[in-house]
Each structure stands twice: as C-alpha cells, then as structure tokens.
C-alpha cells in the first residue's frame, strides 16, 4: 500500500516549456487535490476532482489544466510555463467520507527558468 | 472567504512541551486538523478534532479546540529533535471536502 505517489521528485524548466506531474493514489479515494506550496503562503489548492471524470478549479488555477484519468490517476499539465510556476506541488486524496482528511504525495519540486 | 492563521516560528528546548497556536475565521467549520511536514517531504496527518469536542489527546499531542473564539492550538509533550518540523493547521465544513490550510508554523527544537 503505497499510498499517494508522484513523479517527477524534482524538474527544472525552461520558460515556455510543457509538462505534467502525475499522481496515482492505490486506496480506492474518490477525491483528488493538486497544490502548490510557496514560501509564507501555506498549501493553495489549483484543482480538484470530486470524482472520475469531474474537475473543478481552486484557488490557482490559472496556467495549470488537470486530467482525471480514472479513479486512481490525477495529471496537472502546465503548457507553458513560467517562472512564477516555480514551487513545490502536492497531490493529496480523500475518501470524501467522515472526517474528509487529506492523504498527502511527496511532492514535486518545480523550477523554471 | 476562509481564513486561517498561524504563526511563522516557533523555539522550544528539547524536553519542554511545545504549544502551536492556530486562528480561524469560519464559524461553520466541522473538522479541524493538524499536518506535520518533515523537510522534503509531504504532508503527515498528526490529529483531527470534530467541532463539538473541545480537546482531543493521542500520546504526546494534545489537540485544545476553543469554538468561542476559534481558537486551535497543538501541544506536543516532551518535545524531540524528531520533532522538528513544520505543522499545519487546517479546517473543513461540513459538505465541502476542500480544506483550508494555515501558513503552517516552523517548530526549531533547542538541544
């Protein structure tokens, strides 16, 4: 039981570049959540699924598109990116019953250039 | 909208117990939890308290949850260089899975 898993660990960009992070999780969650975490500013969530085949935008979505694959996989795509997309981003899931607590990714950090 | 607050930093001495301070703003918020990040890593539950309850205890943590003035704080016992981390606090309402996350407070544990 692996948990919440993400590739790449670490990727660095050039400006205009495109890529996409991926996460899987392998405890049967039907929600997921990207976030990107920036010094002083906490977690910021830029999407999230309810459930296969549904996405909606969080707080900051611009510059990012997401992909539920299925239940298990959730891609976060930057088409171009930029130096402001320099972070560390998180993949979490939650089982959307009870106490709704997040299971959280290892992260990938992010620099462009 | 949502809003949580924490401080940035905190110093405790190795052995002392350690308190994390944490401020909401939403009146409607159903669970309250606490992540602990270990440099490089991602986030680690630690606790969650349901809004009714006004503390929670798990071996050395001791969740205190002051509704009236929306109040969370985190004490940690005996406190270890394990210790060392940045703990988030986080809130929830009920029939909205997304949580709103603090700036999280960096805890340095004096030897």
């Known amino acids: 039981n692996a948990g919440v898993t993400q590739t790449p660990k670490f990727q660095v960009l050039k400006t205009g570049q495109s890529m996409t992070l991926q996460c899987a999780q392998d405890m049967n969650h039907n929600s997921m959540y990207w976030y990107r975490q920036d010094p002083g500013m906490g977690l910021r969530l830029i999407y999230y699924?309810?459930?296969?085949?549904?996405?909606d935008k969080g707080e900051v979505p611009n510059g990012y598109n997401v992909s539920r694959l299925n239940k298990r996989e959730f891609s976060l795509r930057l088409e171009s990116a930029a130096p402001s997309q320099t972070s560390v981003y998180f993949c979490?899931?939650?089982?959307?019953?009870?106490?709704?607590?997040?299971?959280f990714g290892p992260g990938t950090r992010l620099t462009v250039t | 909208g949502e809003d949580v607050e924490q401080s940035l930093f905190l110093s405790v001495r190795e052995g002392d117990s350690s308190v994390i301070n944490c401020t909401y703003t939403?009146?409607?918020?159903?669970?309250l939890y606490w992540y602990k990040q270990e440099p490089g890593a991602g986030l680690q539950l630690l606790t969650y308290i349901f809004s009714n309850m006004d503390m929670k205890q798990d071996q050395r943590l001791t969740v205190l949850l002051n509704k009236k003035d929306k109040h969370l704080s985190l004490r940690i016992a005996d406190t270890q260089t394990g210790d060392s981390a940045i703990y988030f606090c986080?809130?929830?309402?009920?029939?909205?899975?997304?949580?709103?996350f603090g700036t999280g407070t960096r805890l340095t544990i004096i030897p």
């Open positions: 986080a809130e929830s309402n009920f029939g909205n899975e997304k949580l709103t």
């Open positions: 979490a899931s939650s089982a959307r019953t009870g106490s709704y607590e997040q299971y």
């Open positions: 939403d009146s409607s918020s159903t669970y």
């Open positions: 699924s309810a459930s296969e085949g549904t996405t």
